[in-house]
Each structure stands twice: as structure tokens, then as C-alpha cells.
């Protein structure tokens, strides 16, 4: 990736994540869940808590690549405020810390 961007940044404390491989096995972060949008699958998001205190939001979409999920994929038809089906699995990966096995990481 030709991006200096880095996944995600904490707003308190400055910790920043190059890439959700990083973001994923990080020990320092717990999830709280998914929060759906009321408008569009896109402004989905999973909101975790750092070390520090802070509660992050990140675009769920960036992490559907953990449910071998890709982003943008044909969704099934979007039902405002619903948790799709790949929500679960990403969900898990981020609870436990591990990458999934054989999913397109890329
Ligand atoms: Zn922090």
C-alpha cells in the first residue's frame, strides 16, 4: 500500500495503528460493538475502547475484509439500523486479536 495514512488514530493519547493487521491484534483495545447507521451501510461502525480510556469509532466497512467480506461487495438489501451477517465474525476477530485464517488480506 503506497499510503502513509495511518488505519486509525486515538484522539486522547495519539496512538496510532498503520493498518487493520495492527489494529486487530492489538491488546490494548476492546470492542463494544457495532453501531448501524441510520442512513447507509457505509456509515456503519465498530467502536472500541483504547487503553487510555477512549472510545474509537472506526468505519465498519474497513474491517470486512475479516469476514473475507470485501468492502463495497454487493450487499444483501440494506435494512437501516440492522447488523449484516459479517458483522459476527469481524466482531470475534477483534475480541480475540487474531487475523482470520484465509481471508484476503490485502
Ligand atoms: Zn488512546
Not at 39 to 49: G, Q, R, S, W
Not at 52 to 71: F, N, Q, Y
Not at 85 to 95: G, Y
Amino acid at each position: 500500500m503506497a499510503t502513509t495514512e495511518p488505519f486509525k488514530e486515538c484522539t486522547a493519547c495519539g496512538t496510532h495503528w498503520g493498518d487493520y493487521r495492527e489494529f486487530v491484534i492489538d491488546r490494548e483495545l476492546r470492542v463494544e460493538g457495532f453501531q448501524a447507521s441510520h442512513v447507509a451501510p457505509e456509515y456503519d461502525l465498530i467502536l472500541v475502547t483504547h487503553r487510555c480510556g477512549t472510545t474509537l469509532a472506526v468505519w465498519a466497512d474497513a474491517l470486512r475484509v475479516l469476514a473475507d467480506e470485501p468492502a463495497g461487495a454487493a450487499p444483501e438489501p440494506y435494512v437501516p439500523e440492522a447488523r449484516p451477517a459479517w458483522v459476527a465474525p469481524v466482531l470475534a476477530c477483534l475480541r480475540r486479536h487474531e487475523l482470520p485464517q484465509g481471508a484476503r488480506l490485502s
